[in-house]
């Protein structure tokens, strides 16, 4: 199950996704976008920060936050399949698709499912863009990765 989702094939010479793309990577994040989503419910639910709420989360299952999950990792996946095909190396820098992959990837599959209101999509595109790059740099700072972008 750790294995890599694209089992090491290749396209035009290169890897479709890479070793990095896994299939308990997949699993995790779909699980951890329907827990994440159930906690948020569970808050809405007690009455807590119900103002700042975006859906209501009375009417829905945990299925958008799975959905949200798979989009997030969908996207990722999408913007690696380019970078190999671009030749840029796992890890690599691509500006800004490696900021707003997953945030495009979780709107576009939960669409189907709940319509969130675009306008908070477009403001946390910024913060999303600046926060990652930020926790990159941290990253970076702290010797867990090579580069600081």
Excluded: N
Excluded at 1 to 13: K, L
């Amino acid at each position: 199950m750790a294995g890599p989702i694209d089992g090491g094939r290749t396209w035009r010479g290169r890897r479709v996704l890479g070793d990095h793309k896994t299939w308990r990577g997949l699993v995790v994040g779909v699980l951890a976008g329907a827990l994440t989503f159930a906690l948020q419910q569970a808050i809405f639910r007690a009455g807590w920060l119900q103002a700042l709420a975006l859906l209501d989360y009375d009417a829905c299952s945990p299925l958008p936050g799975a959905l949200l999950g798979f989009g997030a990792l969908l996207g990722d996946a999408v913007k690696s399949f380019f970078k190999r095909g671009l030749g840029i190396a796992p890890g690599g820098t691509w500006i800004p698709f490696d900021q707003l992959d997953f945030l495009v990837g979780a709107w576009l599959c939960v669409l189907p499912v709940v319509t969130p209101p675009l306008l908070p999509l477009l403001c946390a595109a910024p913060i999303v863009f600046v926060g990652t790059l930020a926790v990159t740099a941290g990253g970076a700072g702290l010797g867990l990765k090579e580069s600081w972008i």
